[in-house]
C-alpha cells in the first residue's frame, strides 16, 4: 500500500530467521485480473529446516506492526537490524526527500493547511533555484534568437556536414553562447525536483487533508484526484470505473497542469530549423495528449505542485527581457550578418530595450554622419 504497511517484526536481532519461503495468499474472493489490487491477503512463511539439539529450545518471537507509513513512526517500531523506514521509498533522491517533508510539516504547523504548505513550500524551491532556472532560461532565449542565423547556416551547408557544425561553433562562439551551459542547470534541478515530488506523492498526512474544506468534495483529499464532477453515467465504464483509464471523477487540476506543461513548451521550444527538429515537435505535442491521460488520476496535492511550479517558470520566462540585435563597430564578416549581435540586458531592466534599441538607432546615426561629410 502507498500509505499504510503490515509488517512481521522480531523481537532481536538474534531471532530474525532464515525463511525459505514468504508467499501472499489471497482471502476471500478473488476479483477479475483489473482488481487484484484490492483482494485482502495474508502471507505463509516458512523458516529453513533447524536442526534442534538436546535440551536447547528455538523460539522465535515477533512483534506486528499495522499502520500509517510514517517515517518516524516506523522507525520507534524496528527491529535493530531490520530497520522500516525504508517503506517509505523516496527514489534515489531521499537526502532531498526528506528534508522537503521536514519543512512541509513546519509550514503546516504555522499555516494549518497542506494545500497552502505545498504552494509554500514550491515557491521557497523555485525561489532557490532562481539564479540557477534563470540562467538556463536565458540560454534558452539566446539560442531562439541564434535561430534564423542558424536556419540559414543549415541552408548553406546542407550538404556539407562538417563544415554546418564549424559554422554553427563560430556563430555561438561569436555570441558567447555555450549550448551544454544550458544543459548543466537542469542537472542542478533535477534532484531538487524529483525530491520534492517523491516527498509530496508518498507523505501520509496529505491523505484526507482537504484543500479548503472537508465539507466540500472538490480537493477534500490531497492524496487523490481533486473529483470536480462525477461523470461516471455519462461515459463507458471502462473509462469511468475507480480502476478505468478516466475514473468516476473529471479532474481539473491534472487539465490545468497539462495546458501550463503545453504554454511553458510553447515559450522554451526554440523555433524548428530543419525536418527533423519539426517532427520532434510534432511528436512533444502528441506526447502531451498522452500525458493529460496519464496525469488524469494524480492526487491533487501533486498537481498543486506541478501548477505552482509551471506558473513560476512561465513568469519567470515571461520577465525575462527580450533579446535584441544591436550594430557592432567594425563587427563585419561572420554568418550572422555585416556587424550583428546579441545583445543581453540585465533581468526585470525596465530599460532594456530602449538600451538596446538606442544601440541600433546609435549606430545608424554614425553611419549617416559619416555619409554627410563624405557629401561636403
Known amino acids: 500500500a502507498l500509505y499504510f504497511a503490515a509488517a512481521l517484526i522480531p523481537a532481536t536481532d538474534s531471532e530474525i530467521p532464515d ?37 536447547k529450545p528455538v523460539r522465535h518471537r515477533y512483534g506486528i506492526f499495522a499502520g500509517p507509513k510514517k517515517p518516524d513512526l516506523l522507525a520507534r517500531h524496528g527491529a535493530p537490524a531490520a530497520a522500516m523506514d525504508d517503506l517509505v521509498y523516496y527514489g534515489w533522491f531521499g537526502w532531498v526527500a526528506r528534508p522537503m517533508i521536514a519543512i512541509l510539516h513546519a509550514i503546516h ?32 532565449q539566446k539560442m531562439q534568437a541564434l535561430q534564423p ?20 561553433q563560430e556563430l555561438w562562439k561569436k555570441h558567447d553562447h555555450n549550448p551544454v551551459g544550458g544543459c548543466l542547470p537542469v542537472f542542478i534541478q533535477i534532484p531538487i525536483f524529483m525530491g520534492l515530488y517523491r516527498s509530496l506523492a508518498t507523505d501520509v498526512e496529505l491523505r484526507q487533508a482537504p484543500l479548503f474544506s472537508s465539507a466540500i468534495r472538490w480537493c477534500s483529499n490531497l492524496a487523490a484526484p481533486d473529483m470536480f464532477w462525477d461523470w461516471s453515467n455519462l461515459l463507458p465504464p471502462f473509462l469511468t470505473a475507480p480502476e478505468g483509464y478516466l475514473g468516476p471523477f473529471l479532474n481539473l487540476f491534472p487539465l490545468a497542469t497539462i495546458a501550463l506543461f503545453i504554454w511553458q513548451q510553447h515559450l522554451f521550444m526554440p523555433p524548428a530549423v530543419d525536418e527533423q527538429s519539426q517532427v520532434q515537435q510534432q511528436v512533444m505535442k502528441y506526447m502531451m495528449f498522452f500525458m493529460a491521460v496519464m496525469f488524469f488520476k494524480v492526487p491533487c496535492g501533486l498537481c498543486l505542485y506541478f501548477i505552482a511550479s509551471s506558473l513560476w517558470g512561465i513568469a519567470e520566462r515571461l520577465m525575462l527581457p527580450t533579446a535584441a540585435t544591436g550594430a557592432v563597430a567594425g563587427g563585419g564578416g561572420g554568418t550572422t550578418g555585416a556587424g ?29 554622419r559619416r555619409q554627410s561629410r563624405k557629401k561636403r
Do not use: C, W
Not at 505545498?118 to 525561489?127: A, C, E, K, S, Y
Not at 547556416?153 to 554546418?164: L, N, T, V
Not at 543581453?344 to 549606430?363: M, Q
Open 149 to 168: 542565423e542558424m536556419k540559414a547556416i543549415a541552408e548553406k551547408y546542407k550538404d556539407d556536414p562538417a563544415k554546418r557544425t564549424q559554422a554553427t
Open 340 to 368: 550583428r549581435r546579441i545583445i543581453d540586458v540585465p533581468f526585470f531592466s525596465t530599460g532594456g530595450k530602449a538600451e538596446a534599441n538606442g544601440a541600433a538607432h546609435g549606430g545608424e546615426a554614425e553611419r549617416k
Open 19 to 55: 525463511l525459505a519461503e514468504v508467499r501472499p495468499i489471497a482471502v476471500g474472493d478473488v476479483p477479475g485480473a483489473t482488481k487484484k489490487k484490492l483482494v485482502d491477503v495474508t502471507a505463509r512463511i516458512v523458516s529453513r529446516p533447524i536442526a534442534l539439539e538436546p535440551g
Open 109 to 140: 504547523a504555522v499555516i494549518g493547511n497542506y494545500g497552502i504548505a505545498i504552494l509554500l513550500l514550491t515557491v521557497m524551491v523555485r525561489g532557490a533555484m532562481f539564479p540557477v532556472s534563470r540562467k538556463q532560461a536565458l540560454s534558452t
